[in-house]
C-alpha cells in the first residue's frame, strides 16, 4: 500500500489538471495562487474520483415571469422582452 496520502495525491493530479470540469479548474486556481492551500478530504477524493471524467452539460429553459422577463431587459438592455431562459447545469 502507498504511503502517498489522498490529499497529496489530488495535489498531484491538480498540477497537471486540464480537463473541463470547471470545480476541479477552481481548485487549481486556488493552489496556484495561495501556496499554503490543500484540499481538504472530501475535496480530495472528488478530484481524484472525477478528474479523467467529462462534465455532461444538461440545458433546460425556464418560462419567465412577465415582471422578471421586463426587468431583465431593463437590466441588460434587451430589445425585445425574453420570455424563457436556458440555464447550464453540470
Not at 4 to 28: F, P, R
Not at 29 to 49: C, D, L
Not at 75 to 85: G, N, R
Request: overall charge positive; cysteine-free.
Amino acid at each position: 500500500m502507498s504511503n502517498v496520502s489522498l490529499e497529496s495525491k489530488a495535489m498531484s493530479i491538480l498540477e497537471s489538471y486540464e480537463g473541463g470540469n470547471n470545480y476541479i479548474l477552481e481548485l487549481k486556481r486556488k493552489s496556484q495562487v495561495n501556496r499554503k492551500f490543500y484540499p481538504t478530504r472530501s475535496q480530495s477524493e472528488y478530484i481524484i474520483n472525477f478528474h479523467n471524467k467529462q462534465p455532461k452539460v444538461a440545458k433546460k429553459w425556464v418560462i419567465l415571469d412577465t415582471y422578471f422577463a421586463q426587468k431583465l431587459a431593463d437590466d441588460k438592455l434587451y430589445t425585445e422582452i425574453p420570455k424563457k431562459f436556458g440555464l447550464r447545469s453540470y
